[in-house]
């Protein structure tokens, strides 16, 4: 079983439908983070979390919402879906502290939109 | 200025080939450095840490040079198996990701 799992693996919408990319781990890790990837761009983040009541947005949070509903869980929302968002989206946890940054991922997202 | 830059590549090689990628980062407080394989769509994993002092996994060996700002990866006796995207990622609070250079093994 994978440690990090997303879902859905791939998913295709339509502009202004709201969408939203799930994400739960089972390495007890306390930070997690959502990526988005585009050809040639490397991966950017979105939004970042340290602990349940911790929400901090990265450097392409417009459009997007999380939500840390337990240490386990970190989700993606797409409010109202536009097509520049169609992109390969990655969950990612950390255990953090120092000497501990290294990231570990789930499979991706393909999301289109339409 | 990008935080992390890379060369795209592609970088087409023969097996058996030598090959090294560098990457420059702008943040001289940047605390961590890893180099990620990327194989094509699927989710970066993990392939080296990055010390000062230089560190070797096999047929890996990865640099890090503070003053300069860079960080370098070489592959020896390069495999088929070896044709990915590098991505090179270092940390300063958050993570910073190169675009990734892209590697063809050919035979």
């Known amino acids: 079983d994978a440690d990090v799992t997303q879902t859905p693996r791939n998913r295709i919408t339509k502009t202004g439908k709201r969408i939203m990319l799930e994400c739960s781990q089972t390495k007890g890790h306390d930070r997690m983070y959502w990526y988005r990837q585009d050809p040639g761009l490397g991966l950017r983040l979105i939004y970042y979390?340290?602990?349940?009541?911790?929400?901090n947005k990265g450097e392409i949070s417009d459009g997007y919402s999380v939500s840390r509903q337990a240490q386990a869980k970190f989700s993606l929302s797409l409010e109202s879906a536009i097509p520049n968002q169609t992109a390969l989206y990655f969950c990612?946890?950390?255990?953090?502290?120092?000497?501990?940054?290294?990231?570990?991922f789930g499979s991706g997202t393909q999301l289109s939109v339409l | 200025r990008k935080e992390v830059e890379q060369d795209p590549g592609p970088f087409n090689v023969p097996e058996g080939a030598t090959v090294a990628f560098n990457c420059t980062y702008s943040?001289?407080?940047?605390?961590?450095f890893f180099w990620y394989r990327q194989d094509c769509r699927k989710e970066p994993k993990l392939l080296m840490s990055?010390?000062?002092s230089g560190n070797e996994d096999g047929r890996f060996t990865a640099q890090l040079n503070r003053a300069s700002q860079y960080i370098s990866l070489l592959i020896r006796d390069s495999k088929l198996s070896d044709s990915a995207t590098y991505l090179c990622v270092v940390n300063f609070n958050k993570f910073y990701f190169g675009s990734g250079t892209k590697l063809n093994v050919k035979p």
């Open positions: 943040n001289s407080a940047s605390q961590s």
């Open positions: 990055v010390y000062s």
């Open positions: 979390s340290f602990d349940v009541k911790d929400i």
């Open positions: 990612a946890t950390s255990p953090g502290g120092p000497g501990n940054e290294k990231l570990f």
